[in-house]
């Protein structure tokens, strides 16, 4: 038994063409048994789509896998369960009606002519629980249980089935720093009973804390896999990461006016933390932080759309209650998800262009449709929609053209301030230029404009300032130039500044 | 038979109508337009002595309410709303306006009421009415519940408080000689009746309200996405309080129009109404999830319906068939709509 062992889990030339796109590119690494390995990279470089051919969700266009030496071509997720191998994804799959026992045997009870019997299961099943998390009672009601406890069980539901790896796909996200403490004891636990955890993170102290060896991907390419021992820290990683230095095509604005036109003071809700900042006439700011930071709930709390405790000062006057209010007193949100919160998909572009903005378009009360169609046909005009006619079906156009159509009918409300929330993800990179150029020109033209976004480059490109945002809070403002330092900001949003913090 | 014609027909219309230029909504109503005509000429030739024009006119003029209460659940249908209460409305509003009409001191209870003059008792009974199409916005709107289950129970509420009033039976005596005035004016010296005039007119002005105005718009889009439709500045519950209102004030004068007709207050009136309702809404194209659908494809539905029960019970099958072909009919409208979508979509 000195002949090294035979790793769990080993990739080898895996690779998943898109139309268009190579998402990832002849990655070929191995996992050690009983290891925590954790898989970093930036959005985009290929995790989820290496995730989702380990789980069966996709097919690997060439490549093979092999688990414990076998080979492994998992077709479905039932086959990558079958394999071993089991997915805690970021949506719970725990039935809150079921007690904690019903809901770790479930789809495995034994019946005899419908009725359910008892068998070495649920022995089985509550040893591997009391293994892991002993506090939890078995025959607790799942729905009286917090979310860290629920991941739990889903673990123990997992590991209990025989699965000898267990994909993690960013599990801290929505727990508070204790849950956090207890998931990490819950994983090492795991460690011990001899199954293998790929944990997904891009908070890089936690991989720091946690892991044992670490895989990086880049644009779809393996880059190292490495055990965590051998790498300096942090930075080292973020160099990894990003290889390159980040594309930093800004040049500095001389449009910005020094007038405020947006105040918001100590915004906190359940996850914003006493958020305070201002926008100038004519800027562009970004907000910038991992998913759960707060992004999102910064740009709703500015468009009235939550509620939040502080105040919101727009022009001198508060915003109001009601994303009417909002959009009457001079905002529009371009949403975070396009196809459920942004477009009518089913309506024609024409009746998504003018719905911001009604009273441009109507006489007391009955529209003018020679103005509709003509607004309509300038706008497409204008941000170079693809689409061969107004009456066109929403749903029938690209994703880079669909959020040209949510952008267009935010632009129609002749908003003074607008809020992108990830303007261009799903986004093709030829539209993701021509939105960059439509942010640029408004903002030359007066509008002040907030981006919210997880991509770095994004901010970095277009931003005149930068939120940086960490839980919830506001870690640091960054003012984007020439020698705006990407590494530091990564460093500061992934938690590393903490870790360094004495 | 008529069933496996209707299915010839509508497939034959969907290949040359695939038109791009022409919409999802104009199409649907097309191919509705389409099964009618056909259904009819079927009918005509299938049904001895069908094709008059007075059977034509027949059609619509027999249905004038249940049409009318179409036009106010095809808007809540396509705001993403159902409206299970107007059979009950119609019951309720007939019975009040009747109770306010009644002269007092009758022999009995049955026919005592206030004595009110026709009007007010008319303005009085439209109020009940419009109160609970205000119990439905206020429980699907604040509290969120449901609009089926909401209006499924306003429908009990409705028919049950007309039941209280009229003591399980009717109220007819005791009325004021103009009461029964409206409901049985003939229009124009033909033996039109007021009641279906007022349904072309409710017809166009909702088709007008549908396709050009902003209020005819914004159901739409809270129909196609309602969380898009607020984070566009739309106020979702103040919209759909409105087409509550609507659709319980259209009920409430149908059934006073049905009460004025038949110079009685009848609690079972009305009964099923709302099923008929729904159900030419869906055989009219009209989205059961909503954000589509429109007003003359409820009214073709309406003909299809029609032409459907009509033409059976003018052929071999007992009227005892009628619930039998409307569900056949319901189920193949709604089949062939959504696999001609589909197929366009493709």
Redesign the interface.
């Known amino acids: 038994m000195t002949a090294q062992p035979t790793p769990v889990l080993q990739v080898e030339g895996l690779t998943k063409d898109f139309p268009g796109v190579r998402a990832v590119d002849d990655v070929s690494f191995s996992i050690e048994r009983s290891t925590i390995h954790c898989l970093v990279g930036e959005n985009g470089a290929g995790k989820s789509t290496l995730v989702k051919m380990l789980t069966g969700a996709l097919r690997p266009t060439s490549g093979t896998m092999t688990v414990s030496g076998a080979p492994y071509e998992p077709h479905n997720p039932n086959d990558a369960r079958r394999g071993g191998i089991a997915t805690l994804f970021q949506e719970l799959h725990v039935v809150d009606q079921l007690t904690v026992q019903e809901n770790l045997t479930l789809g495995m009870e034994r019946s005899r002519f419908g009725f359910l019997v008892s068998s070495d299961l649920d022995d089985r099943v509550v040893g591997t629980l009391a293994a892991i998390e002993p506090s939890i009672d078995p025959s607790a009601r799942v729905s009286s249980l917090s979310v860290a406890q629920k991941q739990i069980v889903e673990i123990a539901r997992a590991a209990s089935s025989g699965a000898s790896v267990i994909i993690m796909d960013e599990p801290t996200a929505a727990l508070s720093e204790r849950e956090v403490e207890r998931l990490f004891a819950v994983i090492r636990r795991l460690r011990e009973t001899d199954v293998t955890v790929i944990y997904i993170s891009h908070k890089l102290d936690e991989i720091f804390e946690l892991g044992d060896a670490v895989t990086v991907l880049r644009d779809g390419r393996h880059i190292a896999t490495r055990p965590l021992s051998q790498v300096a820290g942090p930075p080292e990683l973020i160099e990894m990461m990003i290889g390159r230095a980040v594309l930093q095509n800004y040049t500095p604005r001389t449009t910005v006016s020094e007038e405020t036109v947006l105040t918001a003071d100590g915004l906190t809700n359940d996850l914003l933390k006493d958020v305070s900042f201002h926008i100038k006439r004519g800027e562009v700011v970004g907000f910038y932080g991992l998913v759960g930071a707060g992004k999102t709930e910064i740009a709703r709390a500015l468009f009235a759309a939550d509620k939040v405790a502080g105040s919101i000062e727009f022009n001198g006057r508060p915003v109001g209650r009601s994303p009417k209010d909002a959009i009457r007193s001079g905002i529009a949100l371009v949403p975070e998800e396009r196809r459920t919160q942004g477009l009518f998909t089913s309506l024609s572009v024409r009746r998504n262009i003018s719905v911001m903005n009604t009273r441009k378009l109507s006489s007391s009360g009955v529209f003018r449709s020679a103005d509709e169609k003509a607004a309509a046909i300038e706008y497409v005009r204008k941000l170079s929609i693809a689409t061969d006619s107004i009456e066109k079906y929403a749903e029938k156009l690209s994703g880079g053209n669909q959020q040209k159509v949510v952008l267009a009918k935010c632009l129609f409300a002749d908003a003074d301030l607008l809020l992108l929330d990830e303007p261009t993800r799903g986004v093709d990179v030829g539209a993701k230029t021509e939105i960059y150029d439509i942010i640029r020109r408004l903002a030359d033209s007066g509008t002040s404009v907030a981006v919210f976004s997880s991509e770095l480059e994004e901010v970095l490109g277009i931003c005149d300032r930068i939120f940086l945002l960490v839980s919830g809070s506001l870690a640091e403002e960054v003012k984007n130039g020439p020698d705006a330092d990407a590494a530091h900001i990564l460093n500061v949003v992934t938690g590393g500044e903490r870790r360094a913090a004495p | 038979m008529s069933v496996s014609a209707s299915t010839d027909a509508m497939k034959s219309t969907v290949t040359p109508s695939s038109d791009r230029?022409v919409?999802?909504e104009t199409f649907i109503t097309m191919l509705v337009a389409c099964v009618a005509v056909g259904l009819f000429v079927v009918a005509s030739l299938a049904v001895p002595n069908f094709f008059q024009p007075l059977t034509m006119l027949n059609l619509v003029t027999n249905n004038w309410a249940v049409i009318s209460l179409g036009v106010g659940v095809t808007f809540l249908l396509v705001s993403g709303n159902f409206d299970l209460s107007v059979g009950g409305i119609v019951a309720l509003s007939g019975v009040l306006a009747v109770w306010f009409a009644q002269a007092t001191g009758g022999v009995n209870a049955l026919s005592t009421g206030f004595g009110f003059p026709t009007w007010l008792a008319i303005v009085c009974a439209l109020c009940g009415a419009l109160a609970i199409g205000a119990l439905n916005a206020l429980f699907v709107v604040r509290f969120k519940v449901p609009s089926i289950i909401v209006t499924l129970g306003t429908m009990l509420v409705a028919r049950g408080i007309a039941q209280v009033i009229t003591q399980g039976s009717q109220r007819n005596t005791n009325l004021p000689a103009d009461f029964g005035v409206l409901g049985n004016l003939t229009m124009f010296g033909t033996s039109v009746k007021l009641p279906v005039i007022g349904m072309a007119i409710l017809l166009a002005v909702a088709v007008f309200i549908e396709r050009?105005?902003?209020?005819g718009?914004?159901t739409?889009?809270i129909g196609?996405?309602p969380?898009?439709?607020?984070?566009?500045?739309?106020?979702n519950a103040w919209h759909v309080t409105k087409l509550y209102l609507f659709s319980a004030g259209v009920a409430g004068m149908v059934g006073i129009l049905l009460a004025s007709e038949f110079k009685s207050g009848f609690s079972n009136r009305g009964t099923l109404m709302e099923f008929d309702a729904l159900v030419i809404a869906l055989l009219g194209g009209v989205a059961i999830a909503g954000?589509?659908g429109s007003v003359i494809g409820m009214f073709f539905g309406a003909l299809i319906l029609g032409v459907v029960t009509t033409a059976a019970t003018g052929l071999v099958l007992s009227p005892d068939w009628q619930f039998t072909l409307k569900a056949i009919a319901v189920f193949l409208a709604v089949t062939t709509q959504t696999w001609a979508l589909a197929r366009r979509h493709r």
Do not use: C, E, M, P
């Open positions: 230029r919409g999802d050009k105005t902003v209020f718009r914004l739409y889009w196609a996405n969380v898009a439709a607020r984070l566009s500045g739309i106020d954000g589509f």
